[in-house]
């Protein structure tokens, strides 16, 4: 299927409330032109320097969201422009955010990335972290930052059970917050979950948000 045909299928697809984050790493800016052409908006990249290469040369109505690890040095480079934060996976990196938000007064839209694979190698915030920095209250004096909800990603596994069990938990998780420490916060709201091969499962569960990039674009050439 092209990348216009896979757009126009994910979007009958996907529940009117569930937005669509084209993850385009690894693939040039004539694959995003194609997207776009077809209606998409909003774009997810995982490399500061790739972002910030095609930001400028692409259409300006784009929402670019930050999709990977982002290191501390780097954060000043997108501060500016970009959309949604979707990996936050420390207090330190938060407050970093905050701190490059504040130099040039832009509030910057995050999501905490929170833990819930059973590998040891993916980034986040475990519940207790998590819960504890809520708890503290230290959220209200970190005025540059708007907290729009949580991310995770599912352990890479054939196992649908397990994988939904981990979506399932982190969606208790979400609600757990909002109803504890969060009701005041309007724009939390989000929980960015599932990708090409697990997100039908992640919308049972209630992910609002999508990333996907090989189903749409492709295997990536890395
Ligand atoms: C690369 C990436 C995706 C997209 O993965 P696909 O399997 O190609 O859909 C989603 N989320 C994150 C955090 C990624 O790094």
Redesign the pocket.
Known sequence: MSVPETIHRLKTELPTDTRL?A?S?FHPKEAILEAYEAGQRIF?E?RVQELCEKQPVCPKDIEWHF??HLQTNKIRQIVPFVALI??VDSLKLLKEINKEGEKISRVIPCLLQIHIAQEETKFGFSFDECRDFLASGELKSLKFISLHGL?G?ATLTENPTQIKAEFKSLKNFFDELKKNYLMDEPFFNDLSMG???D?EMAIEEGSTMV???????GS?VY
């Open positions: 984050v993850v790493k997810g995982s999709i990977g979707h990996g991310m990603m990708m090409s091969d997100y990333r996907i990039g090989s189903a749409i674009f990536r």
